[in-house]
């Protein structure tokens, strides 16, 4: 019963699609929800999926848009004229539509809005765009149902009822005062067992959430996540009911901000995907690894600096990635537990209190690692316990910066406004091998004197 | 007007416990959400928070034990006896109360069961502590609005009041046969726009998304973000309406299981907050370090192997943890591809597809890459070309190697049903600098002859 996308469904699809048999492809697509003839899209080439969004209507095709990957959505959009996507538009969510127009080039973006029949919806649509992406302004849809706290509940229920056409899912009714500052809540169920002589300032909810349109959307995820909201009403500067924004699109955030840091982590910037293509792939990982490279170039130097240590002392040589993996991986793990602190907002404590923390764990962990690598070197290096206890020492002390570097560089980030994200991954794991390295040699000649 | 957690407010708390001030403690608590109360519990000390727990009444606690930090919830429940317990117990949502008992020790749960007044309640939540944890079941409450297919809408209303007390958010109503199979949904909009005479079966849809007690956790995600659902009923194996599971769950589910990935690719087991006591930091930290360690000791194993090249071509060895990096970053870099791909179940194409992309990418990175450093080893060591060519050589094969294990490993364990986000991080790192090194000594052996 779940839909699952076959490789015969997808032939199929094609196949009528070759035969032009217009008839038996919408009789075919009806069955299958928008979500599912967007991935079916997904697979087809540009021209076919272009033919199916030409072939039904607008009122369905709006929504198999909004579901589609983005690059497929914008090659298809690219196919359309700006009166076509005009028609797209029409039948969208304010939301989506102002997504779908934000991806255009900015002259059709312009030919586009003017062909919106609804003066309204693009008036809307509009003033969407003016929101950056990711503040609750840019996240809103501009369909809610608002009522006035003076109404009766009688002339309330008619009004709603004229309203809730425009509306998808009624979380929640809105309650504003003469000026459009929103004053509360009602559910529907309040709604319905109210006296029908009742006047809506005596039944609604004071107490309700609401964010600012320059809320950031990691902040109103946040709280819908904390307060289990499935809707949260927005406001402007004046605290006027401007709009609301839907559990579905947090998720999508919540997802999205989730995939960005695990990349960032990995060193991937932007975001892409598995069916990304090579160019925008290269864009991704590139940049990264050409950072690390040139990290590597300074741990090359770092090296080259010590070498008159190579003709006594060589052995320390075959340490070196052992020293460097160490500091990247200790770095790692305590740059990953400052970021998702800062994204889940759960970092309690000053800074102080967190770097003596993490570099009590790391003194603990850097004791008994260096335990071990002081047996360990025994079995490599056999008696030459000076060289153990060198690179045991230096360990130690590695760990103990590497984890400083780890926590204290993603703090800084974000106070100076800048993703802490960035800080894991790459970036974290080169400025610790080079740092690991110096100090390493560093205590070798002071231990050795080379 | 957002609740902000402030230090006073902390310390007034506090001084009213400390009074033993209980009727100014409950005026005061009573003005903040559940959500709020635990983020102040989890402030408090043990003693503090459990004093706050059984002043309040448990229709109030069971919610704020619910959004309390899981290791600060299990102290104060460790504080309270059986009995106590079956009270919070007694006015929680059966997923909630489920949860809650799973993590008593075994002799408590039993005790806490049997003191449940409610019979139903108990039997529920017994019934749901069969199911794995991350699965629908394990997810589901038993909570939700079901009405007969051969009710009249008249009566279903009246029906459905009655079951609507015990379910905080009615989502959606659900139909069922004689013998209790799911057959379809009903929108309390419809319900309230139906005919009063007509027959549920009339007004029914009956294409209705859902899925079965088994479903994995990831899937359930899956489908509700997919169609944007707000709840979705779970069947049992004979097809039977058994439970349904809320959006706001399955938030905290992708949440929960983003933060694991992510900490995993950083080398972090266990689900340990940047608050974790320093015994959980290095349980879900030490072990990836001592991984990444006994990987270090083969490095310098076989480092030390090409010892006899240190006389002629000792420069090769400051190049170690440049190769050394270069080949863990490209790894973790292929590897969170794939991870992320399976996790989001976007990874399309073969196996074989998959990785000739990857291949095809990682040589064009990879020349590009050698050519930086064929170009900066002319400024690292002068004239010395052969050391430059052999090193930049060496790169791009390393990185081909580094990329094909970074793909093929988490498909592999995908493959035999081992998370395979297990893969990125210090595991793939740690075994692609030793093949790296493994490599690059090789190929040098063979240009330069030592």
């Not at 607008?58 to 700006?82: C, F, G, P, W, Y």
């Not at 992406?133 to 501009?142: D, H, R, T, V, Y």
């Not at 809320?215 to 289990?228: I, S, W």
């Not at 490279?293 to 075959?318: H, Y």
Request: with cysteine.
């Amino acid at each position: 019963m779940p839909f699952e996308l076959t490789k015969e469904l997808t032939e199929k699809i094609e196949a009528l699609i070759e035969e032009k048999n217009d008839q038996e492809l919408q009789t075919h697509l009806e069955e299958f929800h928008h979500a599912d003839i967007a991935e079916i899209l997904d697979e087809l080439n540009m021209e076919e999926a272009t033919y199916i969004i030409k072939l039904l209507d607008s009122e369905q095709t709006s929504e198999v848009l909004m579901e589609m990957d983005e690059d497929d959505r914008e090659k298809i959009l690219k196919n359309l004229n700006a009166k076509e996507i005009a028609e797209e538009i029409e039948s969208m969510d304010t939301d989506d539509a102002a997504d779908i127009i934000s991806e255009l080039s900015e002259d059709i973006k312009t030919q586009v809005i003017s062909n919106i029949q609804d003066k309204t919806h693009a008036e809307n649509i509009v003033e969407l765009l003016k929101y950056e992406e990711n503040s609750a302004g840019g996240l809103m849809a501009k369909e809610l149902i608002r009522v006035n706290e003076n109404w009766s509940v009688t002339g309330c229920m008619t009004e709603m009822r004229n309203q809730a056409e425009n509306v998808t899912r009624v979380h929640s009714i809105y309650v504003v005062d003469n000026k459009g500052k929103l004053k509360g809540r009602l559910s529907l169920k309040d709604l319905i067992t109210a006296p029908s002589q009742a006047e809506i300032g005596d039944v609604y909810i004071r107490n309700v959430d609401f964010v600012d349109v320059h809320t950031p959307g990691e902040e109103v995820a946040r709280v819908m996540q904390k307060y289990d909201l499935e809707a949260i009403p927005v406001v402007d500067e004046f605290g006027r009911l401007v709009g609301r924004i839907t559990v579905d699109d947090i998720i999508d955030f919540i997802r999205e901000e989730a995939d960005k840091d695990y990349q960032l982590a990995a060193g991937i910037s932007e975001d892409v995907d598995s069916n990304a293509t090579l160019t925008e792939m290269i864009r991704a990982r590139l940049p990264w690894l050409i950072l690390a490279l040139l990290g590597g170039f300074i741990a090359v130097k770092v090296a080259g600096t010590f070498e008159p240590a190579m003709e006594n002392f060589g052995v320390l040589f075959f340490f070196t990635p052992l020293i460097a993996a160490m500091a990247g991986n200790v770095g790692v793990q305590s740059s990953a537990i400052i970021v998702q602190g800062l994204a889940n907002g759960t970092l309690s404590g000053s800074v102080i209190q967190r770097l003596f923390k993490e570099l009590g764990l790391s003194l603990l962990n850097g004791c008994i690692l260096a335990i071990i690598l002081f047996v360990g070197s025994h079995f490599l290096l056999g008696h030459d316990y000076i060289i153990g206890f060198t690179v045991s020492i230096s360990l130690i002390t590695v760990i103990l910066l590497a984890s400083f570097i780890g926590t204290f560089v993603p703090i800084i980030l974000n106070h100076y406004k800048i993703d802490p994200a960035l800080a894991t991954g790459p970036f974290i794991t080169t400025s610790n091998d080079i740092f690991g390295l110096l100090i390493f040699f560093t205590i070798a000649k002071l231990i050795l004197g080379f």
